[in-house]
């Protein structure tokens, strides 16, 4: 079982940077893969982007590529999603989640995870 709490979220313009934090409970976090994942008004939850639980390997959407870094500090039980050159279009709930301990995939679909945070508002202005 972990539990995770996301933090970071505002409002901010376009073009300027905001940096998400989720920190974990619970031990082992290294066994977790990691995901992030967003949900705008009246749309589905997508996936943003996704990380070994070693950090070695990550992947991204393609609506974030070359913008958003996803990284994780194991010894601080957190990942971190950093948001460069936003856009409006990135003004949605950001979630973290993690996948099984045991599950070392990278995931891209929701339903692979196991685990969810209670969510940022991230939102930004034209």
């Known amino acids: 079982q972990v539990q995770l709490v996301e933090s970071g979220g505002g409002l901010v313009q376009a073009g300027d940077s905001l940096r998400l934090s989720c920190a974990a409970s619970g031990r082992t976090f290294s066994w977790y893969a990691m995901g992030w994942f967003r949900q705008a008004p009246r749309k589905e939850r997508e996936f943003v982007a996704t990380i070994s639980g070693s950090g070695v390997r990550t992947s991204y959407a393609e609506s974030v590529k070359g913008r958003f870094t996803i990284s994780r500090d194991n010894a601080k039980n957190t990942v971190y999603l950093q948001m460069n050159s936003l856009k409006p279009e990135d003004t949605a709930v950001y979630y973290c989640?993690?996948?099984?301990?045991?599950?070392?995939?990278?995931?891209?679909?929701?339903?692979?995870?196991?685990?969810w945070g209670q969510g940022t508002q991230v939102t930004v202005s034209s």
């Open positions: 989640a993690a996948r099984n301990p045991g599950d070392y995939g990278l995931g891209f679909d929701s339903s692979v995870y196991a685990y």
